[in-house]
């Protein structure tokens, strides 16, 4: 059996615990028990305290690689069931969530203290009854593939949990996560984006970023992260998402160029100088009723736009999915969905004259025919 620890920083960020990490029987196992020193020790005892602890940790890895009768007692014994479950979720999103999910997860955590009512919730609260329960919550107050999203990020959190032994068994183990169909997502026509470019905002590096993703179809965290080096002097784009770590390269639009502004010495200076995401969307919310746009216009609608763009002008789906940067065509259909939906409600919007023409003309007939 293997066996190895490693430290785990306090919350004092002075002292820290071992974690140990076994190979039971072919399974992963880990359990902290309770084994804590400074981390970087001042004084005499301090060095002595750490000193010990260590070699009483060396100890017990002796012995849980030999006897693993031992192992599954300090196993049962490291269960912490009793943890904060919410305050489990904030050191995972600090630890683990990528970046651009940060946000996803934190709104999931706060959607589940609601659905908790308590500031509270213990790990040993949490079982399968109560995760059907909140998965029901979900689907009856969010829309589209909300629910199945935020689902998702809580079983990954729950997974970890389990992993550090603050489940006994995986409750989520069992539940089965359907992802629903996707809504309907807003996005802008030339027209309305045409007179975004014309209407003041009170952040040009907002307005211009916007724009861009509209012309290349980059996620928010892509768009932000953007230096100067990932843009050659023939201007085509090349970077690694944030959110798949698959590379993108595309050329770009002349327009697109244009936004860019003038290119800065250093190739690690950012492109663009962007608040918050949320600082972000209240300049955008500000700016598209300034240009009398009525629609739900998220950042993400720019990416939308610029996919719905594309199929619109008939360019094939392999090509928009690889200038997305997606790595499976069922994520591209959604643009295409969107599109057919756009074109259908055009022709719904067309004017009846010709219909009431014909009727007219019919009418007139049957008279004369009398």
Same mark, same amino acid.
């Given at each position: ?5 490693? &430290?785990?920083? $306090? ?89 651009? &999910? ?91 984006? /045409? ?19 509209? $012309? ?14 990932? /843009? ?59 240009? &009398? ?53 055009? /022709? ?18 049957? /008279?004369?025919?009398?």
């Amino acid at each position: 059996m293997s066996v190895s620890y490693r &430290e785990i920083k $306090l919350k004092d960020n002075k002292r820290v615990t071992l974690e140990f990490d076994l190979n039971l029987n072919g399974k992963r196992r880990m359990f902290r028990p309770k084994i804590t020193y400074v981390e970087s020790p001042r004084t005499a005892a301090e060095r002595q305290e750490r000193k010990e602890k260590r070699q009483l940790a060396d100890r017990m890895r002796a012995r849980l690689e030999v006897d693993e009768l031992y192992a599954t007692n300090m196993l049962d014994k490291g269960f912490q069931c009793n943890k904060d479950f919410f305050e489990y979720c904030k050191e995972f999103i600090v630890r683990k969530a990528p970046h651009c &999910e940060m946000r996803t997860y934190n709104a999931m955590v706060e959607k589940l203290k609601t659905f908790n009512k308590r500031k509270k919730l213990h790990c040993s609260e949490i079982n399968e009854e109560f995760l059907i329960s909140f998965k029901d919550y979900l689907n009856s107050t969010l829309n589209g593939s909300t629910p199945f999203n935020y689902f998702k990020k809580l079983k990954r959190i729950i997974k970890e949990a389990t992993i550090a032994k603050h489940f006994k068994a995986d409750p989520c183990q069992h539940l089965k996560n359907i992802k629903g169909i996707s809504a309907e997502k807003d996005v802008l026509t030339l027209e309305e984006t /045409i007179s975004l470019s014309d209407t003041q905002c009170s952040n040009d590096n907002v307005k211009r970023a916007f724009l861009f993703s509209c $012309l290349s179809g980059l996620r928010f965290c892509d768009v932000k992260a953007l230096v100067w080096s990932n /843009i050659s002097r023939d201007n085509v784009l090349t970077i690694v998402q944030i959110k798949t770590k698959e590379k993108l390269v595309m050329p770009l639009h002349p327009n697109a160029v244009d936004l860019l502004g003038n290119r800065k010495k250093s190739g690690d200076s950012l492109v663009f100088n962007l608040p918050t995401h949320t600082g972000c969307l209240k300049i955008l919310k500000k700016w598209t009723s300034d240009a &009398e746009i009525d629609k739900h216009i998220t950042w993400h609608c720019s990416r939308h736009t610029f996919a719905t763009s594309l199929v619109f002008e008939e360019v094939g789906i392999n090509t928009v999915s690889s200038l997305l940067g997606h790595k499976d065509l069922k994520q591209t259909q959604i643009y295409v969905r969107t599109a057919e939906l756009s074109k259908t409600n055009a /022709i719904n919007k067309l004017p009846d004259i010709f219909i009431n023409n014909t009727n007219r003309a019919n009418k007139q007939s049957r /008279i004369n025919g009398k």
